[in-house]
């Protein structure tokens, strides 16, 4: 009886301390579910979700805090993605956070620009080359289409240009059976 | 020695109707027995890699085989010009291409005289390999065959493997096609000495040229051109007609018995594969100096005449299909086989260096594909797949858009060769679904890659701008300190050195201290403003509280001044089309 009691409290205290010890020689810095969630999200850094970028998105999102449908460059598919990963029910995308809009980048009309420097502190990803009153332009491939440098400029010279397909990123078209579409029927 | 080879075979396949004999009948129609034609568009990315810069402008005179377009880095391959005459335009146009989309293209009004560039030979024998193959990539030699990869980059022997066979691809499996077969049938010494050059650049041994059975006049020309030369390592081999016996996998694997597994390439077992085409343009290129600015392309299909032509890049297809006889009910170009060919967006898209064929379709003769039933999981498809996948699965995942699933039955194994569409007795348009996987995938990788550069660029940012702050910080809690020390050296009137600025920032001094501090930096700020108005300005860091100093309304002015300009500039470029008008 009693060295079954000392076998059973020696085991656990063994496990006990075996299992103290994996937990601090294999900690994990930082949490693991942000970094998978952030990765999905599109690094637009808009704001749009009503946070101040995507890791503070992804931190909420992964508190619970925050729903799935909330970012509107990721679209549909990315919510899709981050329904898979947090096991939650696929929503379409929350409209009060915006519309899924094709891909755009900024474009600096330079007739207009003055050279304020304020889109520059405004750009998140440093897409924007430029320096005080001198005309600042952008940089297409770096420009993740965010949008943060239209609000800022004072002389509204940044318009929003989509992206427009070449040769080499053109896509497949999904070889779906096509449905042609029949005019409709007039009144008479 | 045939006989004795012994052969191996390739899973799967399919036997559809050949169709060659039509084109194959008459011999090629060279380039001199050819007209111009009026205007050669010549798009400045025709082959795997990077795309070539624009050496002309408009307005220019070119020469026959002048670059025009230079290569973008190693893995690209240059464009020359097809003929002399002059550079009307570099500008998009539309590209022989499915998507119907543009592409920079140098357009050339010929002036009729046909005037070479100077040309010499290359005299390989006493040069690096490095050297030749930069050769050959200034002479815009790529792979003939059809996937267009530059040839350069080809003629490099494995770093672990040495190389132990070159295998010549003169199979050409797919229906209609009979460029290849006219080619050896009339040029087979110049494919040898090609052959010759490439087995040099790669230090093989051995050659073998892989030719289908279905072409005993090509398989007889040949053996004679490699007995003329007695040379007994370059083989001809027959090999048995089955689609696609012209893969570069499947003709390794038929003839050599080596299969290359997925994520390897065959030059780490010793085997590169070339198109004889690309023989023929490497001789070209090197024994006499030619670049590559033409290729044989088979016109068939509802054509008067089919035939093979010699076709310089640039042509529009209609003009050179308008040579083998139009028909009015002709109603697409299809450029390659009727097996793995794109359809082509319009009838004058240019030939590019990939068009090996061009097949006018008729309704008579490609009637529409019958409507798409649901997949029964016959398996037929994995029987006829020559790679060896499962089709059917790929299409399944494919058609629910669950890509990371398709990936896992290796998509990116499947050579779009057709023979599961070919055989579905559901009529699904199967390959239709592997190559929109397939870009959608890529789409979405070059994505993902933004995403992570841009987060990478964020978190940079968000560092600097950290840094940035705590660095003004230290430089401000220096600052103060040395002021202190300043304000507080005649008070308490101790004669020590001042100068050194004391470590400890802003600490919780009293009341006394606090004033003392602001008085400081009032007068400071006043005797630096009093400077300014007097002399000019110091170091740009002294400037800056200056600025600061200035009152508001004057800021506020300066602002609504340059506000004002930048909106009458934006009203008269607006204004300005409408008055032109």
Redesign the interface.
């Known amino acids: 009886m009693l060295s079954a009691l000392l076998v059973m409290a020696g085991l656990a205290i063994l496990i006990g301390a075996a299992l103290g010890f994996a937990a601090l020689k294999f900690k994990v810095e930082g949490d693991p579910l942000v970094d998978k969630i952030?990765a999905i999200?599109?690094?637009?850094?808009c704001g749009q979700c009503g946070f101040p970028?995507?890791k503070p998105y992804a931190t909420a999102m992964a508190n619970g805090e925050a729903d799935i449908n909330c970012c509107p460059p990721g679209g549909e598919d990315g919510i899709r993605k981050l329904a898979d990963l947090l096991g939650r029910e696929f929503k379409p995308l929350n409209a009060e956070n915006g519309v899924e809009k094709p891909k755009s980048v900024a474009f600096i009309?330079e007739?207009?620009?003055?050279g304020?420097t304020l889109c520059l502190q405004a750009c998140?990803?440093?897409?924007i080359s430029g320096a005080a009153k001198q005309m600042h332009t952008i940089i297409a491939p770096?420009c993740?289409g965010c949008e943060l440098c239209l609000a800022p400029c004072?002389?509204?010279?940044i318009t929003m240009k989509p992206v427009e397909?070449?040769?080499d990123?053109?896509?497949?078209?999904?070889?779906a059976?096509q449905l042609k579409p029949v005019a409709a029927r007039t009144a008479a | 020695m045939n006989a004795l080879r012994k052969l191996f075979t390739f899973n799967g396949g399919v036997k559809p109707a050949t169709n060659k004999a039509e084109s194959s009948r008459d011999p090629i129609v060279r380039l001199d027995q050819l007209p111009l034609p009026p205007q050669f568009v010549v798009p400045l990315?025709q082959s795997v890699g990077g795309i070539p810069q624009p050496l002309v402008t408009a307005g220019e005179r070119v020469l026959k085989g002048q670059r025009i377009g230079g290569s973008d880095g190693n893995f690209s391959s240059a464009i020359h010009a097809p003929t002399s005459g002059t550079v009307i335009a570099v500008e998009p146009r539309v590209?022989a291409?499915t998507?119907g989309?543009t592409?920079l293209s140098v357009v050339i009004e010929p002036d009729g005289k046909d005037e070479w560039v100077e040309i010499q030979p290359l005299d390989w024998r006493s040069m690096d390999a490095n050297a030749v193959r930069d050769w050959l990539r200034d002479a815009g030699v790529v792979g003939l065959g059809g996937a267009v990869f530059p040839s350069h980059m080809k003629l490099m022997a494995g770093r672990k493997t040495p190389m132990k066979t070159l295998v010549i691809n003169g199979a050409e499996c797919e229906p209609f096609i009979t460029c290849d077969d006219l080619l050896m049938r009339e040029r087979a010494d110049k494919i040898i000495a090609g052959i010759r050059i490439m087995r040099e650049l790669l230090g093989a041994p051995e050659v073998l040229i892989g030719i289908e059975d279905n072409k005993p006049e090509a398989i007889a020309t040949m053996t004679a051109a490699c007995t003329a030369n007695a040379d007994a390592t370059i083989q001809t081999i027959a090999v048995p007609t089955r689609y696609p016996a012209g893969g570069a996998k499947q003709l390794i694997r038929v003839l050599t018995g080596i299969e290359v597994p997925h994520g390897q390439r065959s030059t780490d077992y010793g085997v590169q594969c070339f198109n004889v085409g690309t023989a023929y343009a490497i001789h070209e290129a090197i024994d006499l100096g030619h670049p590559l600015i033409s290729r044989m392309v088979t016109i068939a299909g509802n054509v008067g005449q089919p035939r093979n032509y010699e076709v310089l890049f640039g042509t529009p297809m209609d003009f050179i299909v308008r040579q083998a006889g139009w028909k009015d009910d002709t109603n697409a170009f299809i450029m390659g086989g009727p097996m793995m060919g794109f359809r082509m967006p319009a009838f004058d898209v240019p030939v590019i260096k990939a068009t090996n064929c061009i097949i006018a379709a008729s309704p008579r003769l490609f009637a529409p594909p019958p409507?798409?039933m649901p997949c029964i999981r016959c398996g037929e498809c994995a029987r006829a797949c020559p790679t060896d996948l499962q089709p059917f699965e790929m299409y399944w995942h494919s058609r629910a858009?669950n890509f990371g699933k398709v990936q896992e039955y290796n998509l990116f194994d499947c050579i779009e060769c057709g023979c599961c569409s070919y055989v579905c007795p559901s009529h699904i348009?199967l390959v239709?679904?592997y190559?929109?996987s397939?870009?959608?995938i890529w789409?979405r990788e070059?994505?993902k890659n933004?995403?992570?550069?841009?987060?990478v660029?964020?978190e940079?940012?968000n560092e600097r701008a950290e840094r940035e702050k705590r660095e003004k910080a230290e430089k401000l809690a220096a600052r103060t300190a040395a002021a202190r020390a300043a304000s507080a050296a005649p008070a308490a009137t101790t004669a020590d050195s001042p100068t050194a600025p004391e470590a400890p920032a802003p600490t919780p001094a009293g009341d006394d201290g606090k004033k003392a501090l602001i008085e400081a930096a009032i007068a400071r700020a006043k005797a630096k403003k009093a400077e300014a108005a007097g002399t000019e300005g110091e170091a740009p860091v002294v400037e800056k509280p200056v600025r600061k100093v200035l009152s508001e309304e004057e800021k506020k002015a300066l602002?609504d001044a340059?506000?004002e300009?930048?909106?009458t500039?934006?009203q008269a470029?607006a204004e300005k089309p409408v008055t032109e008008e």
């Open positions: 952030d999200l599109p690094q637009t850094q970028g995507c009309d007739q207009t620009c003055i304020c998140p990803v440093d897409a770096l993740t004072p002389v509204d010279c397909e070449t040769v990123t053109w896509k497949w078209r999904y070889p059976f | 990315h590209m291409h998507s989309l592409m409507p798409e858009k348009p239709d679904y190559r929109f397939k870009t959608e789409a070059r994505q933004a995403a992570d550069e841009a987060r660029r964020f940079q940012r602002i340059a506000l300009r930048a909106k500039k934006k470029a």
